[in-house]
């Protein structure tokens, strides 16, 4: 697979910096339970320990055995017994270090629930202080796919190396105290022979990061594919167009492309792996000759003997096993360089602010506004200057791609403009408290969300403060037209919405307009309400009557109107015409038709499909 952008010098960073989250890993661990990390310290420091005493008590043992034989019969019976005595203690060694290894596993266990979670509350946590720019940023979408896809598991995993490599040395410690007395070459040796397995490790774990960097895309893909062929929105198009045999082809053709690499890259890495493994089995053999010579020739007992070359095959396992940590921890590293690549960052947008504005009755007011959508070559705003006063409505028409929805993001903050300011009450949007200014904006766009809950909390959404409020739902389902159909539901405000999960029941398209619409009317507060086309599932008479009822209830505030619907239009105080990002037209709906342009022009076209 030819890497896209696979930034050297990221991964030159990535090597500089072996380690660097190991400890922010080891942080987060220990904030996610203080208790469970002491334990797991405790645990690694037993098993760290024992073994090494476990193999002095086997020579012991077999040197007691020795004994006894070599002895008189008077003496047989202490060597006996001290040889029983030996067992005894290698016995109690051996359930220490089991309850150790499952005190290990258990909290390793409950840590890894724990940690997962804490994990991807960060990630949706950090999800709610971005903006709408950076979900639209495919790059910026890969983050967030590599860090969810495995960075909750690896700061645990990444401290569970931690705390095994600890072990490792420590059980080292002790076992070069014991060998030291054989030779120090054998040390040497011990080491020697486990370098070829972290060599191994160290490049391909550097190989497989890389890899799973650059398949981010091809990911993405696939799980898209899987949205496609597997969700009820979904598969009523692709079964009319017959194109499952397609999707799925194209899904089977990503697949072989990404497991064609993995097979691959485990062939290399098993392949040197066991190369290199044969070296490290002939430095073993070769210390395994010398002690057996040693014993031959008198020059170390058989207990000797049989602790040594236990120490060795213990530590040369120790040893290997310390590498492959540290090569492990290089590659946690590396991946939980994606999550937090992604928690730092940089959010532009600023949520504290002032809660009014100096004019309270100046509305909102857009001056020379531009907007670029980012990646794009032309802007989709161009001097865009309106004025909406409280108790006014404003219609803005255009064909797709106008700019009508773009404005729409601005004044809620989901964008800020690249040049120019929209003030609210005198007070430029950027300099308002973010939570305090939409509290005071209800919008429904054409792309509503559709919550797979309960009639009542779809409704509710429109207010976080009064989620919960049933005589808020029936009020808002009342100003929305709503009312006729909920209460013939079964269960009325308590009805399961959706087809996700047991029991849902789904609506028509202008059942839900209608729930959305009494979402935006929960918002009580709400002096700004905007109507995106979010009632384009309705007849033209239907929306007609919505926008009519919707004119009246708000009466006393800022409404903002869009739709293609010239007869649901002309209710507004003032119509704006936009083309291309800018303002071609605007005035009364006589007035625009006065000017015989092109608002009277599309207005004569809808009036003749009504004829």
């Known amino acids: 697979?030819?890497?896209?952008?696979?930034?050297?010098?990221?991964?030159?960073?990535?090597?500089?910096?072996?380690?660097?989250?190991?400890?922010?890993?080891?942080?987060?661990?220990?904030?996610?339970?203080?208790?469970?990390?002491?334990?797991?310290?405790?645990?690694?420091?037993?098993?760290?320990?024992?073994p090494a005493a476990m193999a002095y008590v086997g020579q012991l043992i077999v040197d007691a055995v020795v004994a006894a034989m070599d002895s008189y019969k008077q003496d047989q019976v202490l060597h006996y017994q001290t040889a029983l005595n030996y067992v005894l203690i290698e016995g109690m060694l051996v359930l220490i270090i089991a309850a150790a290894q499952r005190a290990l596993t258990a909290q390793q266990a409950i840590l890894q629930g724990l940690l997962g979670q804490k994990v991807n509350m960060l990630i949706l946590e950090k999800a709610q202080s971005l903006t709408l720019s950076h979900f639209e940023?495919?790059?910026?979408?890969?983050?967030?796919?590599?860090?969810?896809?495995?960075?909750?598991?690896?700061?645990?995993?990444?401290?569970?190396?931690?705390?095994?490599?600890?072990?490792?040395?420590?059980?080292?410690?002790?076992?070069?105290?014991?060998?030291?007395?054989?030779?120090p070459w054998a040390l040497a040796l011990l080491i020697c022979g486990a370098l070829p397995a972290f060599i191994a490790e160290a490049k391909f774990s550097g190989d497989a990061f890389l890899m799973f960097r650059w398949r981010s895309p091809e990911v993405r893909q696939q799980n898209y594919l899987e949205t496609l062929l597997a969700r009820e929105d979904n598969i009523k198009e692709v079964r009319l167009y017959q194109l499952g045999d397609r999707f799925l082809q194209r899904y089977a053709a990503i697949f072989r492309k990404l497991f064609n690499e993995s097979k691959r890259l485990i062939l290399r890495r098993e392949s040197w792996g066991f190369a290199l493994g044969v070296i490290s089995t002939l430095v073993f053999y070769s210390a395994y000759g010398w002690i057996v010579s040693d014993t031959i020739i008198g020059a170390i007992t058989l207990g000797q003997m049989t602790m040594y070359l236990l120490l060795f095959k213990q530590g040369q396992a120790a040893v290997s096993a310390s590498l492959t940590a540290i090569s492990g921890m290089y590659e946690d590293n590396l991946y939980l360089s994606n999550l937090y690549e992604y928690l730092e960052q940089e959010t532009t947008t600023s949520t504290t602010g002032l809660l009014a504005g100096p004019k309270p009755q100046d509305g909102i007011r857009f001056e020379g506004v531009f907007f670029q959508y980012p990646g794009s070559e032309r802007p989709a705003l161009s001097n865009v200057s309106l004025h909406i006063r409280p108790g006014q409505s404003l219609a803005i028409v255009g064909e797709n791609g106008s700019g009508k929805t773009t404005l729409i993001k601005l004044l809620t903050r989901l964008y800020n403009p690249?040049?120019?300011?929209?003030?609210?009450?005198?007070?430029?949007l950027l300099e308002w408290d973010e939570t305090a200014l939409l509290k005071r904006i209800g919008v429904i766009f054409q792309d509503f969300v559709r919550y797979q809950f309960i009639v009542g909390e779809n409704i509710g959404a429109g207010d976080n403060d009064r989620f919960y409020d049933e005589e808020g739902w029936q009020k808002a389902a009342e100003l929305g037209k709503a009312t006729d159909f909920i209460d013939q539901l079964e269960n009325s405000y308590n009805t399961q919405l959706g087809r996700w999960f047991k029991g849902g029941q789904e609506l028509s398209g202008g059942q839900w307009q209608k729930i959305a619409l009494a979402r935006a009317f929960m918002r009580e507060s709400a002096d700004i309400l905007v109507l995106d086309e979010p009632t384009s599932a309705m007849d033209a008479q239907a929306e007609a009557n919505i926008f009519q009822h919707f004119q009246e209830q708000t009466k006393s505030k800022m409404a903002i109107l869009i739709s293609h619907r010239f007869s649901t239009v002309r209710l507004a105080h003032e119509i704006v015409v936009m083309e291309h990002g800018e303002i071609k037209e605007r005035g009364t709906h006589?007035?625009?038709l006065a000017q015989k342009g092109q608002y009277a022009h599309l207005f004569a076209l809808q009036a003749q499909g009504y004829q």
């Open 418 to 428: 690249t040049q120019g300011r929209i003030l609210l009450d005198g007070l430029d």
């Open 137 to 183: 940023d495919s790059e910026f979408y890969d983050k967030l796919v590599r860090a969810r896809r495995e960075a909750s598991s690896r700061p645990l995993a990444l401290v569970n190396k931690t705390f095994a490599l600890l072990q490792n040395a420590i059980a080292l410690s002790s076992f070069a105290v014991l060998l030291w007395h054989f030779s």
């Open 1 to 50: 697979m030819k890497p896209v952008a696979a930034p050297k010098n990221s991964l030159d960073k990535n090597m500089l910096g072996v380690f660097r989250y190991s400890r922010r890993a080891i942080e987060l661990v220990w904030q996610t339970s203080p208790a469970l990390t002491i334990g797991l310290a405790i645990a690694t420091l037993i098993a760290g320990i024992l």
């Open 590 to 592: 006589d007035a625009l």
